[in-house]
């Protein structure tokens, strides 16, 4: 009975904690390694970070083992460079910046930050030294305040609004009647998508770490939106090493390299302008961006004429 009731436990436990207002993807998986099955190893040390340089070393992967998800992949993004990873629909871009944070671990290979296998260093501290902006963010029932102040909660009022203003999502909260008090979240004020985003990156900017992981939203946002929020992730991986895990291409144009991943493995990598140049993959998909992206402008200018 014991042995049935104990997993029956802890699933009611999750989903109390889901209901109460929970979160964010690190928060979850604090929960979530009460029972996880990705442990520190016993003699586990903390990451140190100086430059920091993250390298993928012929990197496989699978979730179920007759479908192989990452291929070999090899790339390394020099410290406070930006590196972009871009490609069709399922090819695994996502799973590449899970496997940095830890979510799951490389079958073959090594994920490595400052040349420590990041399957060597403590959960903690790696969590600590990666900061993640993830594609949704579920935000806590609590104020917008709390909201940000959450990526370093001894941060003053003052440092709050700051971050809110790099993220460019001040002068919406100042357009709140209850200003940085709103509560928001399932029980308060419900943020679009866009607006959730940028509350993530000001939190993000707050904890300040020297590595980041951008994994933008897949929803469609309208222009304004998506240069505000372009803005906002300009700021914050300035001088950090940062990957992006782009599903736009307008946002890596100005990426130090892009890889482009199809099927799990590297087909093409290098600038923008090289990348057009090849007239391959990356052209295919920037052709054909631009063509939906007329398309709709077309359709925009045709509403508004109407
Ligand atoms: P998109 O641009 O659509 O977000 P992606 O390139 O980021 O795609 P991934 O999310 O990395 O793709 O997923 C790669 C493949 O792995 C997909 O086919 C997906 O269905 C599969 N996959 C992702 N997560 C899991 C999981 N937890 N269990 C099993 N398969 C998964």
Redesign the pocket.
């Known amino acids: 009975m014991m042995q049935i009731y104990r997993p029956l436990n802890f699933i009611g436990f999750v989903y109390r904690e889901i209901r109460q207002g929970l979160t964010d993807i690190e928060n979850m998986f604090e929960l979530l390694d009460k029972d996880a099955e990705i442990k520190d190893k016993p003699d586990a040390k903390p990451l140190e970070v100086s430059g920091p340089v993250l390298k993928f070393n012929d990197v496989k992967f699978h979730?179920?083992p007759d479908r192989e998800?990452l291929k070999g992949v090899s790339f390394e993004v020099p410290a406070g460079k930006t590196i972009a990873v871009v490609?069709p629909?399922?090819?695994?871009?996502?799973?590449i910046s899970r496997l940095i944070y830890r979510f799951y671990d490389a079958i073959e290979g090594s994920v490595e930050i400052d040349g420590q296998d990041v399957r060597d260093v403590t959960q903690k501290s790696l969590r600590a030294s990666v900061g993640m902006v993830p594609q949704d963010t579920v935000l806590f029932n609590d104020t917008i305040a709390y909201n940000i102040r959450y990526g370093r909660p001894e941060a003053t009022d003052e440092e709050v609004r700051e971050a809110a203003k790099l993220a460019q999502i001040s002068d919406f909260i100042d357009g709140l009647p209850q200003g940085f008090d709103t509560p928001v979240g399932e029980r308060g004020l419900k943020l679009s998508g866009g607006e959730k985003q940028r509350v993530a990156i000001a939190r993000t900017i707050l904890k300040s770490p020297p590595i980041l992981i951008l994994d933008e939203a897949?929803s469609a946002l309208d222009t304004q939106t998506e240069r505000e929020i372009q803005s906002a992730l300009d700021h914050v991986s300035q001088n950090r090493t940062t990957l992006v895990?782009a599903?736009r291409l307008s946002t890596v144009i100005n990426a130090d390299e892009i890889i482009v991943l199809r099927a799990g493995e590297i087909a093409e990598r290098g600038n923008h302008e090289a990348l057009l140049a090849l007239d391959g993959l990356y052209a295919q998909m920037w052709n054909r961006q631009r063509e939906v992206d007329e398309a709709g402008e077309k359709l925009r200018l045709a509403r508004e004429t109407d």
């Open positions: 979730y179920d998800i490609g629909s399922g090819a695994g871009k996502s799973t897949t895990i599903h």
